[in-house]
């Protein structure tokens, strides 16, 4: 007998809605929820291979402390079973003895936004949250912020009602985003034109009308000239730029030397198609350029910001903005927080600024969504202060740019906890593990942010019982700062569900209500209604921005090159990309996945192996000025000559992660990490990495 | 009701989503033997590259090489299914690999753990309660449609027709005097690793991308044989003959 249960997807912030199917307490299959606007009825392949995580036999299953005080890779961590009572008085013993021996500031808390986490920091009166963002899409972030929103970025895109769709580097479907994908293939086969400009040759190119293998990394000068076009040709959208933008004839002024022929120079795109390409940008209507994570915009390379604030501009010169076939901010449900439903006690005082000096950033420094980059540096340098003990949650190793060098600095600090789900390469590195239990083992609700048309929320029951001995995240925080002494913070009766329900009866709706509705959501479609304002002073969408100016960076997207290019040692551009079935190095232990991607090939240009002496299927190794791995060579036509790709986050050495241990390599080793003051002299208003602004060599094994 | 599937190689993402699904629903073969696979092909020069994925699974043919190829008739049509479905009795099945080799598009895998062959059975035990395949229902893009084979080879044609209208004049309709799974290509069928003249083993492309899916063709050859005449004399020796 099959019984189904609403849950909703936590493999990426999707969160598309679905339903488990049990038989006898065990899950045997994942399905999508028809009535979610998310993922309309479907999953993608990470979400309908999520479920077998759940049942691998290496999941983390009870609190273990660290016996061997020796740390690093192959090194034996000596894990054993203690209590949740023992875990707590553990880690809250040292994370206050830290404290007050070297200061507050010298714990790391380094985990996604999450309101428990925040608080609990702010408590121990610690500036130091580390976030991944900067390795993944503040750029895009922070230009939203400074230059229209205020607040975030846009997560929601109309594509199906776009008639011309121009990606640079934008390449969701290929990584098998349900809601991307499903777009972009039912906005072609309604007859939209698309083209795709990325130095890779991936299903979205190959879908496109037009693939244009363009040099990694000058994207910029393309649509710094497509601006030029656009405005000296009078293209642009008069009534929207009038009416909801800033700034048009002094951006107008800058770009007047971005020619077509220039661009041409540095893109290897001729003069004509870029011409070409920006006159039918802003003559199909709607036209938009997509945006996500790691596409052309993202913090990738020196110029990264720059080509997100591009994308902005040519996105409300042809007023693609929060209209119709464009880009959407979400229309979710306002939630208040957790300081705002439950008042904390006053803070402690601290005017210690952060290890990575982010705070300095008057633009986006509010918003701690950065910090990875930089933290190995930090604890090796020991500046601008000590660093001593650190948290976290889910953040592998490997997602860690230069991950050798974050093991180094692992291994300084005094004392590391971690919470997670399976053994990982950070795990072996903690003093003491707290498992959590997998999304399926718990209650929670999701207000959704990608593809959120209209306000609705998504219900997910506990699907099973915990298989092991777990606590939610929020209880884990909750009993470490108890045992530090922080239980004020904390009173009897704060906890997440009772959260949950105080932000749905701000929204004029209840746990209760949530939990009974029959298709597991709440929430009823709305008809869109564009902005007509905006979250910038002017309330407008600003073009050349004032406030970039008066804190110390470029106004506009002035043209600035990458920072490294090929040179005789290392001759090649490389660029990152993953298998759809992959979620970052979270899914390299899955059963499922890893029988149609068990691998992270470096793709070769089929002339660039031959001269290299490379066949397909040939181990070779992939050298940065810091590190080099070992994979295997995918010989292909469909890449640039003088770029290789490599995949994403595998070169596991955990040994308790059987199917990933010792498979391919980590390109995360060949990334450059940051010093606090190398990021601050870069002038990024950002503060993102570079995460693909290295050349390499590669050659036989 | 005559039951077809029609997978549009032109939507599709080449993600696998439809492999996980069926995976994860049929787990008895072992780890790494697929019912369903994706291979990824390129042709063409950078940069005029063509890439195009190929959902390689049975393609449920009406005249099936696999079954007079298999030396225990554990291969059948299924009753019910109007020539449109091929399982295989796996209780029958010997896993000597006669029906890897004669299979066209390198769709059976034998699983060398269970001495099993193992292919796609059109979810016939779904499809015959009225139910639609795991793969079809798992597509993300709606890539796989599956239903009453009139009504699909019309729809199908008339999206080979707006490709053709849209500058894609390759487009074409492969299977639809032969196979229960029938494909949309936008290409020759031989840069897809298809048969181009019936079912013609010799061009077929089986190494088509080592990274796409799983080998295919380590299957076939001296191994395969010598199991064979290996597991031909086990059954002769339990049938007392």
């Known amino acids: 007998m099959v019984t189904e249960k609403h849950t909703f997807c936590n493999v990426c912030s999707a969160n598309c809605a679905m339903k488990a199917q049990i038989v006898d307490g065990k899950i045997v299959a994942i399905k999508g929820n028809p009535d979610d606007q998310v993922g309309r009825g479907k999953l993608c392949v990470k979400g309908y291979s999520a479920w077998k995580m759940v049942y691998d036999p290496q999941r983390l299953k009870f609190p273990m402390k660290r016996t061997n005080p020796e740390k690093g890779p192959g090194v034996d961590p000596g894990f054993v079973k203690i209590s949740w009572e023992e875990a707590f008085k553990l880690a809250g013993d040292r994370f206050r003895e830290l404290s007050a021996k070297y200061r507050p500031e010298s714990i790391v808390v380094a985990c996604r936004p999450q309101d428990f986490a925040v608080r609990w920091a702010k408590a121990m009166g610690t500036p130091n949250l580390s976030r991944h963002h900067d390795t993944c899409y503040t750029t895009h972030d922070a230009m939203w912020r400074v230059t229209v929103s205020g607040t975030a970025r846009p997560w929601t895109h109309d594509l199906e009602n776009a008639r011309y769709i121009l990606s640079f580097g934008w390449d969701q479907p290929s990584k098998g985003k349900n809601m991307a994908a499903r777009q972009y293939v039912n906005a072609l086969a309604k007859g939209a034109k698309a083209v795709v400009v990325n130095p890779l040759l991936t299903a979205t190119g190959a879908m496109a009308n037009e693939w244009i293998p363009i040099k990694p990394g000058t994207d910029l000068a393309f649509i710094l000239a497509m601006i030029n076009i656009i405005i000296e040709e009078n293209l642009y959208d008069k009534d929207y730029v009038e009416k909801y933008t800033t700034g048009i004839e002094d951006l107008k002024k800058a770009v007047k030397s971005y020619t077509a022929e220039w661009a041409a120079g540095i893109t290897d795109v001729d003069a004509a198609t870029i011409t070409r390409i920006a006159r039918e940008f802003a003559t199909t209507k709607p036209a938009v350029i997509p945006s996500h994570k790691r596409d052309a915009g993202g913090p990738n390379y020196d110029n990264g910001w720059r080509v997100a604030y591009g994308f902005i501009i040519l996105n409300a010169l042809v007023g693609a903005i929060d209209r119709p076939g464009g880009v959407i901010f979400e229309r979710n449900m306002k939630l208040p927080n957790l300081d705002t439903v439950f008042p904390p006690p006053e803070y402690p005082k601290n005017t210690a600024g952060r290890f990575d000096g982010g705070e300095k950033n008057k633009l986006f420094g509010s918003t701690a969504k950065y910090g990875n980059v930089v933290l190995a540096d930090a604890i090796l340098s020991g500046k601008p202060y000590p660093l001593k003990g650190l948290f976290v949650r889910k953040y592998n190793v490997l997602g860690f740019p230069n991950a050798p060098r974050f093991v180094e600095a692992l291994k300084k600090l005094e004392f590391i906890a971690v919470a997670d789900i399976m053994p990982t390469e950070i795990v072996q590195m903690a003093d003491v593990v707290f498992p959590e239990p997998h999304f399926m083992e718990v209650e929670a609700m999701s207000n959704r942010t990608y593809n959120a048309h209209y306000p609705q929320v998504a219900y997910s029951a506990p699907v099973i019982e915990k298989l092991g001995d777990y606590k939610g995240f929020g209880s884990i925080v909750i009993g470490i700062a108890k045992a530090m002494g922080l239980g004020d913070y904390f009173p009897d009766g704060v906890n997440g569900i009772r959260l949950m329900d105080e932000q749905l009866k701000a929204n004029g709706y209840s746990l209760d209500q949530l939990k009974a509705s029959p298709n597991g959501l709440l929430g009823d479609p709305k008809p869109f209604t564009g902005r007509e304002e905006f979250g910038t002073e002017s309330k407008k969408i600003e073009l050349y921005s004032k406030k970039l100016q008066d804190n110390g960076f470029d106004p506009f997207p002035a043209w600035k090159e990458k920072k490294e290019k090929p040179s005789k040692d290392y001759p090649l551009y490389m660029v990152i990309t993953r298998h759809a079935a992959h979620r970052m190095s979270e899914s390299h232990n899955n059963e499922l996945v890893m029988q149609v991607a068990p691998e992270c090939p470096v793709i070769l240009n089929t002339v660039t192996a031959a001269d290299l002496g490379i066949k397909n299927g040939d181990d070779v190794w992939v050298e940065s000025k810091i590190n080099k791995i070992k994979v295997k ?57 570079l995460m693909s602004d290295m050349c390499v060599k590669v050659y036989k094994a | 009701m005559k039951y077809a599937m029609v997978i549009d190689q032109t ?23 697929l019912r369903t696979r994706m291979l990824e092909y390129q042709t063409g020069t950078f940069p005029n590259v063509r890439l195009a994925y190929r959902k390689q699974a049975c393609m449920h043919c009406f005249e099936p090489k696999c079954l007079p190829a298999c030396p225990v008739k554990a291969i059948f049509r299924v009753e019910g299914s109007n020539g449109g479905m091929v399982d295989i009795d796996i209780e029958t099945c010997i896993g000597c690999g006669m029906c890897v080799r004669a299979c066209p598009f390198g769709a059976p895998e034998i699983d060398d753990k269970r001495r099993k062959s193992e292919k796609c059975t059109f979810c016939d035990k779904q499809v015959l309660r009225g139910k639609t395949t795991y793969c079809a229902d798992a597509c993300p893009v709606g890539a796989i449609a599956f239903g009453e084979r009139d009504k699909l080879i019309a729809d199908a044609q008339a999206r080979v027709k707006a490709l053709k209208a849209a500058g894609r004049t390759k487009a074409a309709l492969f299977g639809k005097d032969s196979t229960g799974v029938m494909l949309i290509i936008d290409g020759d069928p031989k840069d897809f690793g298809l048969p181009t003249d019936g079912f013609d083993v010799s061009s077929l492309n089986w190494l088509a991308s080592p990274f796409s899916g799983v080998m295919i063709a380590a299957a076939i050859g001296g191994a395969g044989l010598a199991r064979y005449s290996e597991r031909v004399k086990e059954v002769e020796a339990k049938e007392g003959k």
């Open chain 1, 633 to 689: 060579a995918h010989v292909v036509p469909g890449i640039r000559p003088d770029t290789v790709c490599v995949w994403h986050g595998f070169g596991h050495w955990s040994k308790d992660l059987p199917l990933a241990y010792g498979v391919g390599g980590n390109e995360g080793d060949l990334v450059y990490d940051l010093s606090a003051k190398a990021l601050a002299d870069r002038k990024d208003p950002t503060l993102s990495g």
């Open chain 2, 11 to 33: 939507r599709c993402i080449g993600c696998s989503a439809c492999t996980v699904t069926c995976k994860g629903r049929y787990e008895e073969a072992s780890f790494g033997v």
